[in-house]
C-alpha cells in the first residue's frame, strides 16, 4: 500500500474535518476519482459505496449526463445573483418540480443546502401568519428523533442529540412529540395537537422515515392521519423530503406513497444527482399569496448568495433527465426486496437488534454505541466497502444504480465485519 499523497498530509493540519474529534479521529481516506457506484482512493485501493454520499448519488458517480450538462452550461454561464437577475436553467428547473413534485406545489425557493432549505420552510411558515395578522402562531411541532439540519432553525425543530446539545442556547425550544404508532397514541397526539394550535406555525416532518435520528420508519397510514389532524386544526404541514426525496423510500417522494399534499416541502441531496450542491423549498398557492401585496414588508426576506446557481440547476435538470429515461423507479423497488434478502440472514446476529428496510434504505439497529464506528469503517474499508456507521444503526442507502454484483460484495463484508 503506498503512502497518503501529499496533498493530503500537507493539508491536514489545516482542516477541520466535519463530526470528528480532531485529536483522536483517524486520517481521511484519500479520494482521487469516483465513478458509478466506487470510489477511487490514491493508494489504489477501490470502495463500493453503500452510501451514495450521504444519500445524493442516486445515478452514481460521475453520470455522464449530467456531468456533460455541468460542462455545457460552466461554459456558458457558471454564475449570477438570483437578485434582479435570473436565467433559464432556474426557471426550467422550477416548471419541471413542480410538475414531477405535483401536490398542488407550484412556487419554488432555491438554496444551496438542505438544512437552508428548512430555514426557509420555517420562516416561510413564520411569516405566513404575521402576513396574516397572527404572530402569536409562532411554534413548531416537531418528532422526536427527526432531524433537519444543522442550522440554527433546523436544530431547533430537531430532536435533542449529538448533533445540537451543545447548542442548545442557541436554539428555540418548540414542541417535541412522539410520533403515534396506535389508536390510543393518536388520541392522544390529536389531543395535544387541538390544545396548542392557537400557538403553532407549522408541523414538520421526515416522511415515513426519519433518517438522520435512526432511521425510524412509520406507516403511510400514520403520515396519512398526522396531515389530516394538520389540516382539521389549520397548521401548516412541512414535509423534509431531503433524504427521502427521489426514488429513495420506493416512490418518487414519500409523501406520495401516503397520497398527502404538504403545504411546504424541502428538497436536496438527490436534487442534482449529488453532482452539485443544491436544495429547493417548494410551498402551495395558498402560503405564496400571503406574501403578495404592495408592502414591501410582506415579502419573503431571504436570498443566499448562490440560490438557483446555473450549474447546479443544469446537474438537476439534468438529473431529472435520467429518472424520465431511465428505469430508477424500477431499480429502488428492486432494491427494496434485494436489501431485505441480504440482510435479514443477520437478524439472528449478535449484538443485531432490529433489521429495517424501505425502499432503497436498509438497516441494521445494533446494541452499540458511537464509539465503536470508527473502528466499524476501517473494518469495512478493509474489505473494499464504503459504509459509515451512525450512532447504533449500520444503513445502507446505496446508488439506485448499484449492480447486483456491487451489492453482494457489500453483504459479504456486512457479514465478516459482524463476525
Known amino acids: 500500500m503506498t503512502q497518503p499523497p501529499t496533498w493530503l498530509t500537507a493539508g491536514y493540519p489545516h482542516i477541520w474535518l466535519p463530526y470528528t474529534q480532531m485529536q483522536t479521529a483517524a486520517m481521511p481516506e484519500a479520494v ?11 493508494d ?17 458517480y460521475q453520470h455522464p449526463h449530467i456531468v456533460e450538462a455541468i460542462q455545457k452550461q460552466a461554459g456558458e454561464l457558471s454564475h449570477v445573483m438570483f437578485g434582479g437577475l435570473a436565467h433559464q436553467p432556474a426557471y426550467n428547473l422550477a416548471t419541471r418540480l413542480c410538475q414531477t413534485v405535483g401536490m398542488g406545489l407550484e412556487r419554488v425557493f432555491f438554496a444551496e443546502s438542505g438544512s437552508v432549505a428548512v430555514e426557509v420552510a420555517l420562516k416561510m411558515a413564520l411569516q405566513y401568519w404575521r402576513n396574516l395578522g397572527e404572530p402569536k402562531r409562532n411554534k413548531f411541532i416537531c418528532f422526536k428523533h427527526g432531524y433537519h439540519g444543522d442550522t440554527v432553525g433546523a436544530m431547533s425543530v430537531s430532536a435533542s442529540g449529538e448533533f445540537n446539545r451543545a447548542y442548545d442556547n442557541l436554539t428555540t425550544r418548540n414542541y417535541t412529540l412522539d410520533i403515534p404508532s396506535d389508536e390510543y397514541s393518536f388520541a392522544e397526539f390529536a389531543d395535544t395537537i387541538a390544545a396548542i394550535k392557537g400557538t403553532v406555525a407549522a408541523l414538520i416532518i421526515e416522511p415515513l422515515v426519519q433518517a438522520a435520528g435512526g432511521f425510524k420508519l412509520h406507516s403511510p397510514d400514520i403520515l396519512s392521519e398526522i396531515r389530516r389532524v394538520c389540516r382539521e386544526h389549520d397548521i401548516l404541514f412541512i414535509a423534509d423530503e431531503i433524504a427521502t426525496g427521489f426514488a429513495r423510500t420506493g416512490s418518487m417522494f414519500a409523501c406520495h406513497e401516503a397520497a398527502i399534499e404538504p403545504d411546504i416541502l424541502c428538497l436536496g441531496k438527490a436534487l442534482s444527482g449529488g453532482h452539485m450542491p443544491l ?6 398557492a395558498k402560503v405564496f399569496n400571503a406574501f403578495l401585496g404592495t408592502e414591501y414588508e410582506k415579502a419573503l426576506m431571504h436570498g443566499p448568495t448562490f440560490m438557483a446557481h446555473p450549474i447546479a440547476c443544469a446537474a438537476a435538470n439534468a438529473s431529472l433527465d435520467l429518472f424520465e429515461r431511465e428505469p430508477r423507479m424500477a431499480q429502488a423497488e428492486a432494491l427494496e426486496q434485494k436489501l431485505w434478502d441480504g440482510l435479514k440472514p443477520y437478524r439472528t446476529k449478535q449484538g443485531v437488534v432490529d433489521i429495517r428496510v424501505k425502499g432503497a434504505i436498509g438497516v441494521i439497529e445494533m446494541n452499540t454505541d458511537a464509539e465503536n464506528n470508527q473502528r466499524l469503517r476501517a473494518e469495512f474499508i478493509a474489505q473494499g466497502v464504503w459504509l459509515r456507521p451512525f450512532g447504533n444503526c449500520l444503513y445502507l442507502m446505496p446508488p439506485l444504480t448499484i449492480s447486483d454484483t456491487e451489492l453482494e460484495k457489500i453483504f459479504t463484508a456486512i457479514g465478516a465485519v459482524l463476525k
Open 32 to 42: 482521487v476519482s469516483a465513478e458509478g457506484c466506487r470510489i477511487k482512493l490514491a
Open 279 to 284: 436544495a429547493a423549498t417548494l410551498t402551495n
Open 44 to 60: 489504489g485501493r477501490e470502495l463500493i459505496d453503500g452510501t451514495a454520499s450521504w444519500w445524493s448519488m442516486c445515478h452514481g
